[in-house]
């Protein structure tokens, strides 16, 4: 069949790292998304992401976070935006909690650098922050963050530059696939290519419906406010990122002021509200401030001044949080990445090697083993 190499669809996160890394190897590539570059629809807007290296998930997402570093930087220099800036970041939870005892696993196991705290060192170090004596704080110093929508621009432009064909505006309706290759119909036409990735995000259940592993779409959001206390004392270099709680299912996440912003950005890791991209309600309710607001008042307080804004966001869930990322179970010739449960972000480039690398030789060194298509999920 003729056409292109390989088709990518939803330029997205994903999709337009694994668009940039086929074209870049010299690959004829179609990217097809439904809106616009670096929108707000699905689950890469926002203006931050947290990125971390010892991972509490597992340890096996360490080596591909350490990659995707490398690979921030490099897209960093070849597109010229700043993308990932690290400022340190601290784990607040009891030292048996997930949040804490999980990163020290990985952090020991691949030897990332970090420090246990205790709560009278956290409060000395980090002023903003008021843990009382029941938790711990586990300090790495190469937790920071990345920024979604220069990140997918950047991909996206790099892609582009590199003679990928990216269609906007244009929705894929339905794909099918023979030991031939591949075909693709969206709303403006029909395309033909040798092998297909499809990252569509929370639209996943809709692409996909028989994957082996189920896909939940949730509704979340992110809040902005405007410190009460001194907006310096929230800068990059003082005020560190930070996940705080009591499970890794349920914990408060916040980021400091940055690129000139005078507002501070804050979130519950997850709040299950089950949705599809399509009915969601992205109008965010007083209460949910209040509960965000009331959560910090006790843990963040200087934080909390005016509410600035709130925005919603979409995660596609697994059941065991752990991403769906390889060949189709029964496609030889069509990759899948999606289910990224609310941590994928900080992947996007080392996603975008590995698609890449699926998609041409069918295989990659990386290990994804925990991210089997067909795997049954672990908890
Ligand atoms: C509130 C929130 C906070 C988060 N915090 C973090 C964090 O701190 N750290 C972290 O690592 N991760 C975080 N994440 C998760 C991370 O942002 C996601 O895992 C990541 O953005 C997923 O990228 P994606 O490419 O799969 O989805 P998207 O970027 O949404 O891309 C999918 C694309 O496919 C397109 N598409 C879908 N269907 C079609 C179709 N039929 N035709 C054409 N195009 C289509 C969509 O329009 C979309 O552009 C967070 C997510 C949210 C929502």
């Given at each position: 069949m003729s056409g292109y190499d390989v088709i990518v669809v939803g330029v997205g996160g994903m999709g337009s790292a694994t668009a940039y890394h086929l074209a870049a190897r010299g690959h004829r590539v179609l990217g097809v998304e439904r809106?616009?570059?670096?929108?707000?629809?699905?689950?890469?807007?926002?203006r931050s992401r947290v990125t971390r290296q010892?991972?509490?998930?597992?340890?096996?997402?360490v080596p591909l976070v350490l990659r995707a570093y490398e690979l921030w930087r490099e897209v960093e220099q070849e597109s010229g935006r700043q993308l990932l800036t690290v400022t340190g970041g601290i784990m607040v939870s009891t030292r048996e909690a997930d949040l804490v005892s999980g990163g020290l696993r990985s952090a020991e196991q691949w030897q990332l650098p970090h420090e246990l705290l205790d709560a009278a060192e956290v409060r000395r170090r980090f002023p903003t922050l008021t843990p009382d004596d029941s938790v711990v704080g586990l300090y790495e110093p190469n937790t920071g963050f990345v920024r979604p929508e220069e990140a997918v621009r950047a991909h996206s432009d790099l892609a582009a530059k590199a003679g990928a064909e990216l269609r906007y505006g244009e929705q894929v309706t339905g794909w099918t696939a023979t030991a031939h290759g591949i075909e693709v119909t969206t709303s403006g036409g029909t395309y033909a290519g040798g092998r297909l990735v499809l990252c569509?995000?929370?639209?996943a259940p809709q692409l996909?419906?028989?994957?082996p592993v189920p896909l939940v779409v949730e509704r979340q959001v992110m809040h902005w406010f405007e410190p009460a206390?001194?907006?310096?004392?929230?800068?990059a270099d003082r005020h560190p990122v930070y996940l705080w709680g009591e499970s890794d299912d349920d914990f408060l996440y916040g980021f400091p002021a940055?690129?000139?912003?005078t507002a501070v950005k804050a979130a519950f890791y997850r709040r299950p509200d089950r949705c599809t991209p399509d009915d969601v309600d992205r109008t965010v309710a007083p209460g949910e401030v209040e509960e965000i607001s009331a959560f910090m008042a006790?843990?963040?307080?200087?934080?909390?001044?005016?509410?600035v804004t709130s925005k919603t966001c979409l995660y596609t869930m697994t059941p065991d949080h752990d991403f769906v990322v390889g060949m189709h179970p029964a496609h030889e010739n069509v990759v899948v990445a999606c289910g990224?449960?609310?941590?994928?972000f900080k992947f996007v480039p080392v996603m975008g090697e590995i698609l890449a690398d699926l998609a041409t030789?069918?295989?990659?060194?990386?290990?994804?083993?925990?991210?089997?298509?067909?795997r049954t999920p672990r908890r």
């Open positions: 809106f616009t570059p670096a929108h707000d629809r699905g689950s890469s807007h926002g010892a991972y509490h998930e597992h340890p096996s997402y569509p995000g929370a639209w996909l419906p028989d994957l206390g001194d907006l310096a004392a929230f800068a940055h690129d000139g912003e006790s843990r963040i307080p200087s934080a909390v001044g005016r509410h990224f449960s609310g941590h994928g030789v069918g295989r990659t060194t990386h290990d994804i083993a925990l991210f089997d298509p067909a």
